[in-house]
């Protein structure tokens, strides 16, 4: 008998196929997604198009996994057909939810019976908001600035006061849980606007807060690095480490961020919040658990962690340097050729490096997702090798299903990167 489904929802950050299959792997209980240009991640992630609703809806029904559009970007006059034909697509695929901030897309959802999740760039941040906005949806994202004991005072009023929204159900609260954090309020930025003519606010951010930057007297005699850190450039949301306080103060869907980033992330990321949900919902959460959730996390995407402003903190906390702090990356290797169910054994012809028994790898692919593990054995002709080379059509036993052309990627380990981070006792 299967153990009664977690109250709290965990939705996953999807931008392809293999982090759809990924999100599904690690137990998330929905996924979000963009179409186009109309969403906050139109330049940073490989959209969807119309005709991937079919597929999408589908295979989020046979696994029980609710699926949500991102129309969330500021909406144009000119755009008005385009939008209303993603809505109506949406609904006539059995998308289950829009998450949308622009009245236009809110009021022509709720006009064809769409339902609407409120996005943060609304910056809902107090209660007076959130009645207003209960009209509209049943749920929705508070602004990331927010500390709990703002989080909770709203959600202890939803209760309070019953405030429902169309369906008659009592409001949910969604906030940010891990992911990239942007200096501008909620994400509504003008810096990429400004100088490059691409707003954030219409998906299309340059991200020019994450570069280095130098402070240069008007004479020009004097160059300061601004103290060796990117001073605009926050490190990553990360509160895996007081997830129970998060619980405790009524949030009801944990965000995950990152639609631009890789599988093994968003797998990574989904399974250490499921573990952890449940363990906080089992009575299990300790430091010694959080401690190896951490390390895990490390493994994948980021920019150093800390805990947002969920904690009282007002001032951000800023990236030691450019790009990601991961402690561990992926080479690419080669792909999969074949796969032999009965001997459960993989065929992969070898394009580049090498592979070698006790290697970590990645193998991931449009509907694999993505599968990590260590190799037992390799071989070669059918006889055990102790190391493949460049051109080798190599065999390795798999447990699982794999399929022509999934990529594998050997794991290496970033010693340079190996860095502490900050815990909190739970």
């Known amino acids: ?27 998330a209980d929905s996924i979000y997604f963009g179409i186009g240009i109309l969403n906050m991640r139109a330049r940073s992630s490989v959209n969807f198009t119309l005709r991937d609703l079919v597929k999408i809806s589908w295979i ?15 909406i144009y006059d000119g755009e008005m057909k385009e939008m209303r034909k993603i809505v109506d697509s949406v609904k006539k695929n059995g998308i289950t939810a829009i998450i949308a901030s622009d009245q236009a897309v809110i009021q022509y959802a709720i006009s064809i019976g769409m339902p609407v999740h409120i996005s943060t760039q609304t910056n809902i941040s107090n209660l007076t908001a959130v009645k207003y906005y209960s009209q509209f949806a049943d749920v929705m994202v508070t602004a990331r600035e927010l500390e709990l004991a703002q989080v909770s005072t709203i959600t202890r009023a939803i209760k309070r006061e019953k ?37 954030a606010n219409r998906g299309a951010c340059y991200q020019l807060c994450r570069r280095p930057y130098k402070v240069t007297d008007l004479d020009g005699e004097v160059e300061l690095v601004v103290d060796n850190e990117y001073i605009m450039s926050p490190k990553d949301l990360c509160t ?32 250490c919040y499921r573990e952890a949900v449940d363990s906080v919902e089992d009575g299990t959460y300790s430091p ?5 959730w951490m390390d895990r996390l490390k493994t994948v995407y980021n920019r150093g962690f800390w ?11 800023w990236a030691g340097q450019h790009g990601s702090l991961a402690t561990q990356r992926k080479e690419y290797v080669g792909k999969v050729t074949n796969y032999f169910r009965k001997l459960m054994v993989a065929e992969i012809q070898m394009e580049s490096g090498f592979l070698k028994p006790g290697d970590a790898i990645y193998i991931q692919g449009p509907t694999t997702g993505s599968i990590d ?7 070669v002709d059918l006889k055990p090798v102790k190391k493949t080379a460049k051109g ?35």
């Open 307 to 317: 805990d947002g402003y969920y904690l009282g903190q007002t001032l951000g906390e």
């Open 163 to 199: 405030i429902t929204g169309p369906s008659g159900k009592l409001l949910r609260i969604e906030i940010f849980a891990h992911g990239a954090l942007c200096m501008a309020m909620s994400g509504k930025c003008y810096l990429s606007l400004d100088n490059c003519n691409a707003s």
């Open 373 to 379: 593990m260590i190799i037992p054995e390799i071989r």
């Open 240 to 271: 895996i480490g007081f997830l129970d306080k998060i619980l405790a103060a009524g949030v009801s869907i944990l965000k995950i961020e990152g639609r631009g980033r890789s599988p093994e992330y968003v797998k990574t990321v989904i399974s």
């Open 1 to 27: 008998m299967k153990p009664p489904k977690s109250k709290i929802e965990i939705t996953a950050p999807v931008g392809s196929w293999e982090s759809l299959f990924a999100a599904i792997q690690a137990g």
């Open 392 to 426: 080798d059509q190599c065999s390795i036993p798999v447990d699982t299903f794999l399929r022509r052309a999934d990529k594998v990627y050997k794991i290496i380990n970033n010693t340079k990167n190996r860095i502490s981070f900050v815990i909190h006792n739970p």
């Open 288 to 292: 010694d658990k959080v401690a190896g």
């Open 60 to 74: 989020c029904r046979k696994n029980n996994v609710q699926s949500y559009l991102t129309l969330n970007t500021v």
